[in-house]
């Protein structure tokens, strides 16, 4: 679906910072659809410059298909703790309203379901505004610890990356990685195949979305081919759910051996593809 499609499902009101998302009629029938969605909303979120806001959803005529159902509650979970300083829902079916209440129930949250849109926004109007400067996250991790992850294999034009046993705790630490590992591509002025260890790394919810943000873009302006090794269940979840709605090989393995080898195909593919 072009994004043509879901902006206009996407608007913004800034006097009362509500982000309304108008999911009338919509169906998620595949977990593609779900990604799809939601990056646009991400990257719609970004375009604003503000972190925080009420989430506004309309939920008439809606429906999400069984097989979708995991996309919709991880991507819809991942993005209130990012970015929601509370969710309300109204006019939601009675399928799509168990659907909610069950998973509300299972994940302990409020649902906020009403009839209408004007008692939905009632609502917001006795929700607190917590927005928050950017800078209001404390350092997790000290500078030497992005340094000691990173290095570069000249001879296999690779960077590795070493995730393993890292947390990242929020944006902050998403960005200041991320912004160490730019800098140094940049000095190097070459792009890389990357290699990702994943091994124990934690990415919490309030990570997520600023952590596939940033994946996403220096993928795109450096890399010549990512493989990811030893992802937990959770994050091998949340990857593929990307990969999916985004397009793009998560090459995930479980071994060092297996990514490497992936790594090789890629380089000689690489090269066959300069020469032909």
Same mark, same amino acid.
């Given at each position: =679906?072009?994004? %043509?499609?879901?902006?206009?499902? &996407?608007?913004?009101?800034?006097?009362?910072?509500?982000?309304?998302? $108008?999911?009338?009629?919509?169906?998620?029938? %595949?977990?593609?659809?779900?990604?799809?969605?939601?990056?646009?909303?991400?990257?719609? &979120?970004?375009?604003?410059?503000?972190?925080?806001?009420? !989430? @506004?959803?309309?939920?008439?005529?809606?429906? *999400?298909?069984?097989?979708?159902?995991?996309?919709?509650?991880?991507?819809?979970?991942? #993005?209130?703790?990012?970015?929601?300083?509370?969710?309300?829902?109204?006019?939601?079916?009675?399928? %799509?309203?168990?659907? *909610? #209440?069950? +998973?509300?129930? %299972?994940?302990?949250?409020?649902?906020? @379901?009403?009839?209408?849109?004007?008692? +939905? @926004?009632?609502? *917001?109007?006795? =929700?607190?505004?917590?927005?928050?400067?950017?800078?209001?996250?404390?350092?997790?991790?000290?500078?030497?610890?992005?340094?000691?992850?990173?290095? !570069?294999?000249?001879?296999?034009?690779?960077?590795?990356?070493?995730?393993?046993?890292?947390?990242?705790?929020?944006?902050?630490?998403?960005?200041?990685?991320?912004?160490?590992?730019?800098?140094? *591509?940049?000095?190097?002025?070459?792009?890389?195949? !990357?290699?990702?260890?994943?091994?124990?790394?934690?990415?919490?919810?309030?990570?997520?979305?600023?952590?596939?943000?940033?994946?996403?873009?220096?993928?795109?302006?450096?890399?010549?081919?990512?493989?990811?090794?030893? +992802?937990?269940?959770?994050?091998?979840?949340?990857?593929? #759910?990307?990969?999916?709605?985004?397009?793009? $090989?998560?090459?995930?393995?479980?071994?060092?051996?297996?990514?490497?080898?992936?790594?090789?195909? #890629?380089?000689?593919?690489?090269?066959?593809?300069?020469?032909?």
């Amino acid at each position: =679906m072009p994004n %043509t499609e879901h902006d206009r499902r &996407i608007t913004f009101d800034e006097e009362r910072a509500i982000m309304e998302v $108008d999911f009338s009629g919509f169906v998620f029938d %595949t977990p593609a659809r779900v990604g799809a969605f939601y990056d646009r909303i991400e990257d719609r &979120i970004a375009a604003t410059g503000e972190d925080r806001w009420f !989430f @506004l959803v309309n939920l008439a005529d809606m429906r *999400i298909e069984p097989e979708a159902w995991v996309a919709y509650s991880r991507r819809g979970r991942a #993005l209130n703790h990012a970015h929601s300083m509370g969710s309300v829902r109204f006019d939601g079916s009675d399928v %799509t309203r168990e659907q *909610i #209440l069950r +998973a509300a129930n %299972t994940e302990n949250f409020d649902p906020n @379901l009403f009839a209408t849109r004007d008692e +939905a @926004l009632a609502r *917001i109007a006795t =929700m607190p505004v917590t927005r928050r400067p950017r800078v209001a996250h404390t350092r997790s991790h000290a500078f030497g610890d992005y340094v000691r992850r990173l290095r !570069f294999d000249e001879a296999r034009r690779v960077m590795e990356v070493d995730f393993s046993h890292f947390t990242f705790n929020n944006a902050r630490d998403v960005n200041e990685f991320y912004d160490f590992i730019e800098e140094r *591509i940049n000095e190097t002025e070459k792009r890389w195949f !990357f290699l990702v260890n994943l091994e124990g790394c934690q990415i919490l919810p309030e990570a997520w979305v600023q952590y596939a943000h940033r994946g996403k873009r220096l993928n795109g302006i450096a890399s010549l081919g990512t493989v990811r090794l030893n +992802a937990s269940p959770e994050t091998e979840a949340d990857i593929r #759910l990307r990969a999916a709605s985004q397009g793009f $090989d998560p090459n995930l393995f479980a071994t060092r051996e297996a990514a490497l080898a992936r790594l090789a195909d #890629l380089l000689a593919a690489k090269l066959q593809e300069s020469v032909s």
